[in-house]
């Protein structure tokens, strides 16, 4: 039984390798290939890791295979997102048939920063705005009635 689990997970795992391969060959842009790369391989990685760790039958082996899969499961989206926001700093295209860019409008080429889809009051405004008075509370936290 133990073989049977094993060779299942080495398989599904090294096939899971391969589809994030070919992801890289055949998908068209940077960003869709590093989404292959970062889903397909951290998953096989992962597949492969229980499978040693299942084969050896041995603590030490599962909690190096644990904390490694951890470990990729953590960095490897950080890993891409970066390298992502990167690349599209620098200009690197979108595929065409990109059905969306949520960054085209918000970026600032010149400055390099990014403003946040919601935008924040300009400071001009925020010295037009009326200060709102709050008087103190009481000494039981609730504010003194009126």
Known sequence: MNEIVFGTLMLVGAA????AAVGVLRLPDLYTRMHSTTKAAS???ALLLVGAA???QDYGVAARALATV????MTS??????LGRA???VGTPLWPGSVRDDLRGHYNRRTHELES???RPSRRTLLRLPRVRRK???????APRP
């Open 117 to 119: 889809v919601i935008t």
């Open 54 to 56: 299942v084969h050896f």
């Open 16 to 19: 899971l390798m391969l589809l």
């Open 70 to 73: 951890t470990f990729i499961f």
């Open 43 to 45: 998953l096989g990685v």
């Open 136 to 142: 103190p509370l009481g000494g039981d936290g609730r």
């Open 87 to 89: 690349a599209y700093f």
């Open 77 to 82: 989206p950080i890993a891409a997102h970066l």
